[in-house]
């Protein structure tokens, strides 16, 4: 049995970082692709970033690239996401999410999900 366990949200200034974390339990983190998603109230869930497997490969959403930075340490079970220059459409709760294939920025193809940590950005 696979979990991921999110930490490192909380209540930032505008302009602030936090640096969340995802371990991942029960095998080896380096077995999967990792991504993080977020939901804010009224919204859908949305793609955020991700890393393939070995690290090698990222992607990011548009509107946090220059912003955030998605990296793993494999010998920790463990994904961080570096979130620097917040701003308040950041505000959702955070989940991080893993599978065994490809990297996708589809929510469906993840088979493994975390309970998310809320991320709140205030002016």
């Known amino acids: 049995q696979v979990q991921l366990v999110e930490s490192g949200g909380g209540l930032v200034q505008a302009g602030g970082s936090l640096k969340l974390s995802c371990v991942v339990s029960?095998?080896?983190?380096?077995?999967?692709?990792t991504a993080w998603f977020r939901q804010s109230p009224g919204k859908e869930r949305e793609f955020v970033a991700l890393?393939?497997?070995?690290?090698?490969?990222?992607d990011y959403i548009d509107s946090v690239k220059g912003r955030f930075a998605i990296s793993r340490d494999n010998a920790k079970n463990t994904v961080y996401l570096q979130m620097n220059a917040l701003k308040l459409e950041d505000t959702a709760v955070y989940s991080c999410?893993?599978?065994?294939?490809?990297?996708?920025?589809?929510?469906?193809?993840?088979?493994?999900w975390g309970q998310g940590t809320q991320v709140t950005v205030s002016s």
């Open positions: 999410a893993a599978r065994a294939g490809w990297p996708t920025r589809s929510g469906y193809s993840y088979n493994y």
């Open positions: 029960g095998r080896s983190s380096s077995r999967y692709t």
């Open positions: 890393i393939s497997l070995n690290g090698v490969t990222t």
